[in-house]
């Protein structure tokens, strides 16, 4: 069987699109389409259902991905580094939310980078959950930190923690509030105050108050900034609420720049996944790295 057609597919079936696929490769998308309906010539089954937008692998393309795949991620880190290069010079792509990331998976991994014998260089990007796979699945990233499990075999997560989050105004803002404090099932006292978000749709707000409150927040977003350290930095200013992970506001929570608004029993949590191609942790950098993270985040509670 042919390599390149082999290579050709595992694209495809990561991409999810013969476009996509022939703009990762190089090729035209003629050129990929006929690859791989040689490749299934030579099989003799359909490898994929073509659809109004994109393909969806049959059976026998899931089967001969999950097999291939592994194989191929290994001779492209042959052919990148050279089978007697020092395994220091291999790079590490690394994709994830940019505040967890940075504040914590960053910090951790570059204890690995050097050249030691044994480290790395190490690539960080970022994005949101739907980003990160989608590029860890076409070959973008070799380690991708998500807080949504990915489905199917070709990408396998491991939990990775839980974060708690914690419901937050400047010192002034909750004393405005006086003493109708919230209760477990009662948020009203909260609706005249402005919310700071990373997004419209109050993502970290809206799980906090259907977690705690069972409700949906009465207030759209005063403030909206899409990373969640000028979330902080903006309740700080006194701009409003906001809710946010501890880890992140524990040092301005210690300084007394922000409060808690409400302390619930069971604090809502979101879990992150670390998440790589199935098979890719044979590769020594990527297996390193997944078990280094792995004892950081023992320690992060």
């Not at 490898?47 to 194989?71: C, I, N, S, W, Y």
């Not at 009465?218 to 006194?238: E, F, K, Q, S, Y």
Request: contains cysteine; glycine residues 8%.
């Amino acid at each position: 069987m042919d390599l390149a057609l082999l290579r050709t597919f595992v694209t495809v079936h990561r991409a999810g699109s013969f476009t996509r696929a022939a703009a990762l490769l190089g090729l035209s998308q003629p050129a990929v389409t006929s690859q791989i309906r040689t490749l299934e010539r030579q099989l003799g089954r359909p490898l994929f259902l073509r659809q109004a937008r994109g393909v969806t692998p049959t059976t026998m393309g899931d089967e001969l991905a999950h097999k291939a795949a592994p194989h191929l991620d290994a001779l492209v880190e042959i052919a990148e580094t050279g089978p007697d290069n020092d395994a220091s010079l291999r790079t590490l792509h690394l994709a994830g939310p940019p505040e967890f990331t940075a504040e914590r998976a960053l910090p951790a991994l570059t204890e690995l980078t050097g050249y030691d014998g044994q480290g790395f260089a190490l690539r960080a990007s970022f994005g949101n959950a739907e980003e990160t796979l989608e590029g860890l699945a076409a070959g973008h990233h070799d380690l991708a930190i998500s807080t949504a499990r990915p489905r199917g075999a070709l990408l396998t997560a491991t939990t990775l923690c839980d974060e708690e989050h914690v419901l937050v105004a400047a010192p002034h803002r909750a004393e405005r509030l006086g003493s109708a404090q919230p209760g477990p099932k009662d948020a009203p006292v909260l609706d005249d105050l402005p919310v700071i978000e990373v997004h419209e749709s109050l993502p970290f707000v809206s799980r906090y108050w259907a977690s705690v409150f069972d409700s949906r927040p009465a207030t759209p977003g005063t403030v909206i900034v899409p990373d969640l350290r000028a979330v902080l930095a903006c309740a700080i200013a006194g701009a409003g609420l906001a809710v946010l992970p501890r880890y992140l506001c524990a040092l301005a929570l210690k300084r007394g720049e922000v409060v808690p608004l409400h302390e619930p029993a069971v604090p809502p949590l979101r879990t992150y996944f670390l998440v790589v191609r199935t098979g890719t942790l044979a590769m020594p950098h990527i297996a390193r790295a997944h078990e280094w993270l792995h004892r950081a985040a023992a320690h992060w509670g």
